[in-house]
C-alpha cells in the first residue's frame, strides 16, 4: 500500500488558562516537547534554492522556509505520518508552527512530463467538483481504516482559475469533517518545463480572505529557474504528461507524488484536545506558542 502523506492543520479554539490547567502533567509534557521542537528549526528567511536549481523562493519579510527534514518533524508532531519526500514548507514569519492563526503550504513536485495547457478553456469545473465529490466519499473507506474522520467536499471556496500567461493553476476547496469542522484546502500548481511544483496550503475556512492573500504572495515568490520554466520546452527531448490541467484539479494523479486526493485528509489527533474537553491544553499551547511579533500583513 502507498503511503498517505497528509498535512493537519492544527485548528485550536481560545479558552482561559486555570492553575489546575497549568499543573496537568500531560499538559506540560506537550508543552515541553512542542517548545523544544520549536527552538530546534532552523528556520530560513532568505532566498531558497529547491532540488539543485529547480526553483527558487525570494522568502522577503513575510514568510520562511523549513526544509523537508524539518517539514517531516513538524507534519508528524501535527500527528500525520512521516512525510520525506517534500521539497519543505513556507511557514508566516515571526509567528510558531504550533499558533492557531499559523498556517503552512507544503512543497512538492511531480516531474511526469511537459502538462499541455491546451485544455485550459474546455474544463467544466461543476463537473470535476462533482468528480472529486465522489472521489472523497470513496476515500472515506480507507480514511475510517486509519483512524481520520469522514470527509465531505462541500464545494469550491475559490473556483479554479489558470494564468495562461505564467502557467499557474489555483483553486480553494472547503471539506467538512464527520464532527461539522470546515477546513480550507488551498492548491497551487506551477506548470513547468518537465512537471509541476505543488503548492498545499491547509487551513480554517474562517482565514479564507486572508490566505488569498498569503498565496498570491507564495505564487510571486517561487519561481522556476532558466531552463526549468515552462516556456523552456523542447519537443525534441522532452516528453509530454498524458494528462492535462483537470487531471491536476481532479487530483487522480495525486498517488504519483505520494499525496492523498489532494491532500483531502485531516487527522483528529490535535483536534481531540478541544473535542475531549481538554481546553486548558488549547488555551495554554496557544498562549506559549502564540505570535512572536506581527508579520507584514
Known sequence: MKRLLLLLALLCLSFPVHAQDEEDPALATIIEKRTKLEDSLHYQTERVVLRDGLATIELGERLRYLSPADTDKVVQEWGNPPMPNSLGMLVPAGMSVFHEDSWAVLITYLEDGHVEDDDADELDYDDLLEQMQEETKTGNAHRRELGLTELSLIGWAEPPHYDGEHHHLYWARELRDSDGVSTLNYDIRLLGRKGVLSLNALTSMHRLEAVRGDMQHVLTAVQFEPG????????????????????????????????????????????????????????????????KGDPEA
Not at 253 to 280: I, R
Request: net charge positive.
Open 228 to 291: 526549468n520554466r515552462y516556456d523552456d520546452f523542447d519537443p525534441d527531448v522532452d516528453e509530454v504528461a498524458a494528462y492535462g490541467l483537470g487531471a491536476l484539479i481532479v487530483g487522480k494523479l495525486a498517488s504519483k507524488a505520494g499525496l492523498f486526493a489532494g491532500l483531502f485528509a485531516v487527522l483528529v489527533k490535535a483536534k481531540k484536545l478541544v473535542v475531549l474537553g481538554a481546553v486548558g491544553v488549547v488555551a495554554a499551547l496557544k498562549r506559549v506558542f502564540g505570535a
